[in-house]
């Protein structure tokens, strides 16, 4: 199994910015897609900004140019860096890890509130 542990979320004030970081950890062949989703007050979850093994990144378009996901293969971790942040992205944001042990898994984070507000 996998488990994740999620950081960095917070309060900031509108335009600012919040690194969020995921670390996943537990027994695995390999880690294949990870991302970050968000569930607002009232919304369904949707997906915010995921990444390929190989790098390549894929982002909701209410956050294209101000969102930027990474990873680090060796260790095991995804960021997302969210600058000039608006309030309609206060949301409770997870970690999603597909993985592969016999078969292809997924597993959620526990969730990190954000909240952009002045």
């Known amino acids: 199994q996998v488990q994740l542990v999620e950081s960095g979320g917070g309060l900031v004030q509108p335009g600012g910015s919040l690194r969020l970081s995921c670390a996943a950890s537990?027994?695995?062949?390999?880690?294949?897609?990870m991302g970050w989703y968000r569930q607002g007050p009232g919304k369904e979850r949707e997906l915010v900004a995921a990444?390929?093994?190989?790098?390549?990144?894929n982002y909701a378009d209410s956050v294209k140019g101000r969102f930027t996901i990474s990873r680090d293969n060796a260790k095991n971790t995804a960021n997302l860096q969210m600058n000039s942040l608006k309030p309609e992205d206060t949301a409770v944001y997870y970690c999603n890890v597909q993985y592969y042990t016999l078969s292809r898994r997924e597993v959620w984070g526990q969730g990190t509130l954000v909240t952009v507000s002045s």
């Open positions: 990444i390929t093994r190989g790098g390549t990144p």
């Open positions: 537990g027994s695995f062949f390999t880690i294949n897609t």
